[in-house]
T-cell receptor
Framework: GENVEQHPSTLSVQEGDSAVIKCTYSDSASNYFPWYKQELGKGPQLIIDIRSNVGEKKDQRIAVTLNKTAKHFSLHITETQPEDSAVYFCAAPRSNDYKLSFGAGTTVTVRA | GAGVSQSPSNKVTEKGKDVELRCDPI?????LYWYRQRLGQGLEFLIYFQGNSAPDKSGLPSDRFSAERTGESVSTLTIQRTQQEDSAVYLC????????????????FGPGTRLTVT
């Protein structure tokens, strides 16, 4: 099955700086890579995703990049704000399977 | 529109009791997933329903865990003879089978049920 590894486990940044989280996956057939944000006491919320036919996707201050050759994808948050503080999860599907394998999560803290 | 809802939001139970957790998926979503999230950890897949197909139960940790779904609507996750290690947040997610560009992997999560076994 798909094995997804996520780094770092915790990340503290100064407000206004950028944050980068990286995930690697094992199944070269995987073709969909979402990122979820989970705030305290809430369920994960899909914030951005990318399919394997593109290398980068942006949505305002967040972007995801994909390197299929190296089997890794990254979340970039620019101009971080206190409300970006949360746990972020990456995921990838198993081939021919709708289930997602999730990374262990990254706790992001934005210092004011 | 309405998102995924779960009830109760919190449940405290004594060790050995049975509990039922409920999930109402987004209307029209044929796929439904249950996950377990222990404190400070990631999401552990439990079970997957897709339409009228046989559910994928490969993630259920023991035979004390079971789940049912009526058609493409409500699902209940039942834990029998609860143990302290069952304490966790139980998350439900739903998705369409097919989106605009092919098979849909986008999962939409509910707020979860926090289960505490004392």
């Amino acid at each position: 099955g798909e094995n997804v590894e996520q780094h770092p486990s915790t990340l503290s940044v100064q407000e206004g700086d950028s944050a980068v989280i990286k995930c690697t996956y094992s199944d070269s057939a995987s073709n969909y890579f979402p990122w979820y944000k989970q705030e305290l006491g809430k369920g994960p919320q899909l914030i951005i995703d990318i399919r394997s036919n593109v290398g980068e996707k942006k949505d305002q201050r967040i972007a995801v990049t994909l390197n299929k050759t190296a089997k890794h994808f990254s979340l970039h948050i620019t101009e971080t704000q206190p409300e970006d503080s949360a746990v972020y999860f990456c995921a990838a599907p198993r081939s021919n399977d709708y289930k997602l394998s999730f990374g262990a999560g990254t706790t992001v803290t934005v210092r004011a | 529109g309405a998102g995924v809802s779960q009830s109760p939001s919190n449940k405290v139970t004594e060790k050995g009791k049975d509990v039922e957790l409920r999930c109402d998926p987004i209307s029209g979503h044929t796929a439904l997933y249950w996950y377990r999230q222990r404190l400070g950890q990631g999401l552990e897949f439990l079970i997957y329903f897709q339409g009228n197909s046989a559910p994928d139960k490969s993630g259920l940790p023991s035979d004390r865990f079971s789940a049912e779904r009526t058609g493409e609507s409500v699902s209940t996750l039942t834990i029998q003879r609860t143990q302290q290690e069952d304490s966790a947040v139980y998350l439900c997610a739903s998705s369409l089978k097919f989106g605009a560009s092919g098979p849909s992997y986008e999962q939409y999560f509910g707020p979860g049920t926090r289960l505490t076994v004392t």
